[in-house]
């Protein structure tokens, strides 16, 4: 009976999400208990992933967000260990976080993604900024932010060239590496995939500059959440399908969100989220209760779903 499989639960780790992570664990970890599974945690910030206990695991719940736990590396030590685990694998991880690798896998499969360049911390000397943006295409407003963070860390919108070479210098001296890319209007577009389906298209009307980290998680920003997207019939089945084919071209497990933007009729897929929230707030839980699928049902999926070699 899987009901009597040994759960441990991963969360808090120590990036700069680790506060949501704490709180994605601690709702994934309450409703693994009500669903009758024996369950545990681990919080790699006070021990080592490698010292996880195999003979007392059957199962890793992975609730790490941002680099440690969504990169591939928490991955490979699940899969080091032999140890079932849940959402993606090691290369789909380390590649849906790389942000410049992500885009260059949605371009090679037809998928819209705004124009960017890319510039490690050493190379960027800012007199050149103004050639490398007309050489790339891009026009004001532009995105700058690391190539690796998660949650809208680090993300800043530029719309002068001054403006965008005072925020470059804050930023190169943090990261080692940073995408500028031309910001998108419109629609804030976020879907939902589960064991490669869509499970539908949450629209988000922020009351903030952008979707940033304090309208993703803080109840005070009251960004609107709008479920169903308001959408045609047909684009809405557009994007569910857009976010399926990322889903399958990264080559993901478990569940992910994609975050998208639509304006003049068209998609722009900005990121994919290989280890989504699980909070309150969170748009996941949100888009499958949607679908008739409670939290705890979406929690004991992703388990079921949980294998090594992913």
């Known amino acids: 009976m899987y009901k009597k499989k040994k759960i441990l639960v991963i969360l808090g780790g120590t990036s700069k999400e680790r506060k949501i ?159 500028f890319e031309k910001f998108i209007g419109g629609q804030e577009i976020q879907v939902a995939v589960l064991q490669n389906k869509s499970l539908g298209a949450i629209e988000l009307k922020p009351k903030r500059n952008f979707y940033d980290y304090k309208a993703k998680y803080s109840k005070s920003a009251k960004t609107e959440h709008i479920m169903p997207a308001e959408l045609k019939k047909t684009k809405y089945k557009e994007v569910l399908k857009i976010a399926e084919k990322a889903h399958k071209v990264i080559r993901c497990k478990g569940v992910t969100r994609c975050d998208f933007k639509f304006i003049n009729n068209k998609f722009y897929l900005l990121e994919i989220n290989t280890q989504p929230g699980m909070t309150n707030l969170s748009l996941v839980p949100e888009i499958a209760k949607y679908s008739k699928i409670s939290f705890d049902e979406l929690v004991e999926k992703i388990i079921l779903d949980a294998s090594i070699n992913r």
């Open 21 to 179: 992570s704490l709180q994605t664990g601690s709702a994934c970890l309450k409703a693994i208990k009500r669903l009758g599974f024996q369950a545990g945690h681990l919080d790699p910030k006070k021990k080592f992933l490698n010292e996880i206990d195999r003979s007392r695991t059957d199962i890793i719940f992975n609730a790490l967000h941002g680099k440690g736990g969504e990169d591939g590396n928490a991955q490979s030590i699940f899969e080091y260990l032999k140890i079932p685990y849940t959402h993606s694998g090691v290369i789909s991880s380390m590649n849906a976080m790389d942000k410049v690798i992500s885009k260059k896998i949605f371009k090679k499969n037809r998928i819209l993604t705004p124009n960017y360049f890319v510039l490690r911390s050493n190379e960027i000397i800012l007199k050149t900024l103004k050639i490398l943006i007309k050489k790339n295409n891009l026009s004001f407003p532009i995105v700058v932010k690391p190539t690796n963070e998660g949650s809208s860390i680090g993300v800043k919108i530029c719309n002068s060239l001054q403006i965008l070479k005072k925020e470059t210098h804050k930023l190169k001296n943090k990261y080692e590496e940073l995408i």
